[in-house]
């Protein structure tokens, strides 16, 4: 079974717009941890943030903004006023402290920004 | 800056020819992962060392090999190159001894197999 699972595929937004990427993720730990990763063009793959399952305060880091919902098992990401530079695939990604170096990956979310 | 790194970006190799790739690392970090990735797919893991202990994914093909002679330094071997593995290859890090397991990941290898 897909432990995270980000629906959109791909996603196209106009320049200046304001964007969300969704995660849903699967877990019977308690304890785990929660990843979003960002992945341009030229292929390496740059931390985002991080989360633990016992913090559920959104947090916002200047354009960037997370919004953790343990209710809904969710992990949504918002880019707010878009760049051209934000095009890139994005991945979601959970650790469950009970594996602990395992990482599940979602199938990522390819953003492009139109300028 | 603390980084990890690989060489070489690209490689390009022929089927069947054996081919090592190479990652280091300066963030003095226990743990060290291989991923595969296919175009348009999510990174897959490959393997990974627990400081010298070796993990291998249960469906990780026989033909990928790993070497770490230290903390350093970790390799990727791929000892009968197909045509099916052609991806990207990303070597990651992470401190074991927290607890949130962040791994970061070096530039990646594209390797073509002709």
């Known amino acids: 079974a897909q432990k995270v699972t980000q629906a959109q595929t791909e996603i196209s937004v106009v320049e200046k717009e304001d964007v969300t990427l969704d995660c849903v993720y699967e877990t019977r730990d308690t304890t785990y941890y929660l990843f979003w990763y960002k992945q341009p063009p030229s292929g390496e793959l740059v931390f985002l943030i991080r989360r633990n399952s016992f913090d559920e305060q959104n947090e916002i880091s200047g354009r960037y903004s997370w919004n953790f919902q343990k209710s809904t098992s969710s992990f949504n990401f918002t880019i707010t006023a878009s760049q051209v530079v934000d095009s890139a695939v994005y991945f979601c990604a959970l650790s469950e402290a009970r594996t602990g170096n395992q990482f599940y990956f979602g199938t990522g979310t390819s953003l492009t920004v139109i300028p | 800056d603390a980084m990890v790194i690989q060489n070489p970006r690209y490689q390009v190799t022929q089927f069947g020819k054996p081919v090592t790739l190479s990652c280091s690392q300066t963030?003095?970090?226990?743990?060290m992962y291989w991923y595969q990735q296919k175009s348009s797919q999510a990174p897959k893991l490959l393997f990974h060392?627990?400081?010298?202990?070796?993990?291998n994914e249960a469906d990780t093909p026989d033909n990928f090999q790993s070497r770490r002679p230290n903390t350093s330094f970790c390799f990727l071997d791929i000892r009968s190159p197909g045509l099916g593995d052609a991806a990207m290859y990303l070597c990651?890090?992470?401190?074991?001894?927290?607890?949130?397991?962040?791994?970061?990941f070096g530039p990646g290898t594209r390797l073509t197999v002709l």
């Open positions: 963030l003095n970090h226990n743990v």
């Open positions: 060392y627990y400081d010298k202990d070796f993990n």
């Open positions: 990651a890090t992470s401190d074991g001894r927290t607890t949130y397991n962040e791994q970061f």
